[in-house]
């Protein structure tokens, strides 16, 4: 079986675990069937997609971004300070925001190429540094109270669509024809198949990087921004653990945790599929432990089941990394 | 004098300096800011807060040397904790070594889990502790129904080991001692520990050098969760309560970081006992600094953060400069 139609496969696969969880879920409860419920509810994984579409771009590089929730957080943490106890105009406070999610990313990038240092350790220090941050703003305190043009993102609607579902699916496009139909994604994919022979051929390896680490930083500021918009809050402790969903949602799309292997619809499969399941067991009154427990075992079979198959199809399973 | 010297030089040369200094420059800062840091009830918390660390640290150093990651020690301790709970309330009698055997056990059987994934499935470590992180969580509340297991379901006799022993210091300290021997003579002194640096140097030359990578990588993931394992009946002595949402939530977080800031490198093949003790000594040293400063407790984490990103950064300026003495 050459590469190509795994990866079509791994899609259909998706596609077909889609259709069950869809049933099931239809099955537990009535409430799945209606389209508007369906619609509303996909405006609560924007960000989670939104952050893995740039999450896909650091994982074809080989390399991982753990900071990506945290940043959230900060963001928030600080527009909302910014606005709430020092009177700057919101939209002031929100582009400080973005730009110091930016220069956390750059800072992510920097260390990693710079300092040659893995982006595991470099993004678990920031990870704690960057949400430490947002906890030291404000402290236990939420911040709420947003103007009306600036609350409630989530509720506003183009036709029957929710505006940021679009925008996901917008992005998602983007994401897609940049990584498959320019230059710059051909250098990075490039870069992530096989680092030296791209440095050789003349690809600037380290720019790229940086600058895939920087978008990874700068989406998840602007989805601290939605997020802040959709609950109506500013928290530290927003978005915990998201990281863990983003991830997943790149992985089980087919991104190779190794690097050199990306597939934007994949990603974007992987994270219906993970929709699907949490807003079907949240409405059949599932506790969230169980429905970690579900998302958990999706993603060690996502990857053991195929090997487990290629084994016995006498081929070499992927080694680990 | 001559060999003074040289001793040293080996010994500012060596990985763990750098830690050291750090652990020395808080310890002095801490005389300066907070006096009362060294209080002897301030300094017995400090003996109380490194135990659990500890143990799961040296397993964790294991995993690291071989060039895996393990995140699910948190959901470990966690599920430990609650099978542990669940026999004291069924067996109010239970001795302590059987209980500290059963959550040894739960922990040996949750790092098969893991050790099965990575080595015979091939599912690369971060996702296979990633899921199984998630997994083990869950079962946490299985066992307990949701419940938590309160103080009054736990024996006087198993919080006495976090209190006292034979000699003064309290028990959880000592067994966070001995395994840290253990790791240490393990990982430095006999073949499997040269194995295991072998396997996470260089995988293929160790595999063709007649090395059962697999099975060195199976037996790090399975020690790991047992230290887990026992950590989860250290968690219940120290705090009185386990909470299946709680107990451990954030644990892995801290655990890498002492391994990291020790010196261990995420890339495999290097890393020792000492430089992880002195890790967890130095991120506890710091938390309590900051509790006896009346810095409050929303500090901590951006103070974690900060001081693992200096670590590594640090440690990477050290190691090109011992390149550069080396050539």
Known sequence: MKLKGIRWSHQFTLLLLIAVAFLVSVHMSRHFLDPAYLLTATTNFVETGLMALAMTFVILLGEIDLSVASNLALTAALSGVLWAHFGWPL????????????????ANGLLVTRLKLPSLTVTLGSMALLRGAAQVLIGNQSITGFPDWFAGVDQRVVGPFPAITLLLLVAAVAWWAVLTRTIRGRMTQATGANRAAARLSGISVEAITVRVFMVSGLMAGFCGLIMMSRVGAARWDMAQGRELDVITAVVLGGTDIAGGEASIPGTMLALILIAVMRTGMGL???????????????????????????????QKAQPAK | MQAFGDLLRKLVRSRESGVLAFLLLAF????????????????????????????????????????????????????????????????????TPVAMAAGVAVGVLLGMGNALLVTYLKVPSIITTL?????????????????????????????????????????????????????????????WGRAVYATGGN???????????????????????????????????RFGFVNPAQTGTGFELQVIAATVIGGTQVTGGSGTAVGTLLGCILLAAIVNILTVAHLSGRWQLAAYGAIILVAIVADSAGRRQRVTVAA
Do not use: K
């Open chain 1, 91 to 106: 939209p002031v406070a929100c582009m400080v925001g973005l730009v110091v999610s930016a220069v956390a990313g750059l």
């Open chain 1, 284 to 314: 059949a009154e599932i506790n969230p432990e169980t429905q970690h427990v579900a998302v958990g075992i999706l993603l060690a079979a996502s990857i053991a089941i195929p090997n487990l198959l290629r084994m016995r199809n006498g």
């Open chain 2, 131 to 191: 899921g199984t992180m998630s997994i083990y969580r869950g079962l946490a509340f299985v066992i307990g129904h949701g419940n938590q297991i309160n103080p009054n379901d736990l024996p006087a006799r198993l919080v006495s080991l976090s209190i006292t022993s034979p000699i003064g210091v309290p028990f959880l300290a000592l067994f966070a001692l001995l395994i840290f021997v253990a790791t240490h003579i393990f990982l430095s002194r006999s073949r």
């Open chain 2, 203 to 237: 995988p293929d030359a160790a595999r063709l050098s007649g090395l059962s990578t697999n099975g060195i990588i199976a037996g790090s993931f399975i020690t790991c969760g047992a230290l887990a394992g026992l950590a989860g009946i250290m968690y219940a002595s």
């Open chain 2, 28 to 95: 002095a800062v801490a005389a300066v800011l907070a006096p009362r840091f060294y209080s002897l009830q301030n300094l017995r918390n400090l003996l109380l807060d490194t135990p659990l660390v500890v143990t799961v640290g040296m397993g964790m150093t294991a995993v690291i040397v071989c060039r895996q990651i393990d995140l699910s020690v948190g959901s470990i301790v966690a599920v430990s904790g609650m099978v542990v709970g669940e026999l004291y309330r069924a067996h109010p009698g239970l001795p």
